[in-house]
């Protein structure tokens, strides 16, 4: 079973900066892709940003391309999400996710597939 575990959120105001954690463990960590989504009050979830299991390719929303940065250690088993010039609408949840297991090797697996969700670390973006 995948086990997710989220760390790095907290209080900061508009334009400061945060990086979120993810350790990961239950499966080998390397061949898949992985995600951060995030969830604000009365919103819809939104994916955020993913990560290859290849070095170097990442995928951004439109929200945050140009201010977080996806990145991953595959000899710590962790993903970040560095969050930069932060705005008030970046308040939310947030969820460090990993895709199913068929979706091995796949580089940017269909938002729908992260199957395996941490318990979510808030971030309060003051205006």
């Known amino acids: 079973q995948v086990q997710l575990a989220e760390s790095g959120g907290g209080l900061v105001q508009a334009g400061g900066s945060l990086r979120l954690s993810c350790a990961a463990s239950?499966?080998?960590?390397?061949?898949?892709?992985m995600g951060w989504i995030r969830r604000a009050p009365g919103k819809e979830r939104e994916f955020v940003a993913a990560v290859s299991w290849r070095p170097g390719n990442t995928y951004y929303a439109d929200s945050v391309k140009g201010r977080f940065t996806i990145s991953r250690d595959n000899a710590k088993n962790t993903v970040y999400l560095q969050m930069n010039s932060l705005k008030p609408e970046d308040t939310a949840v947030y969820y460090c996710a990993a895709p199913k297991g068929s979706y091995l090797y796949v580089d940017n697996p269909p938002a729908g597939s992260y199957d395996y969700w941490g318990q979510g670390t808030q971030v309060t973006v003051s205006s």
């Open positions: 239950g499966r080998t960590f390397s061949p898949y892709a």
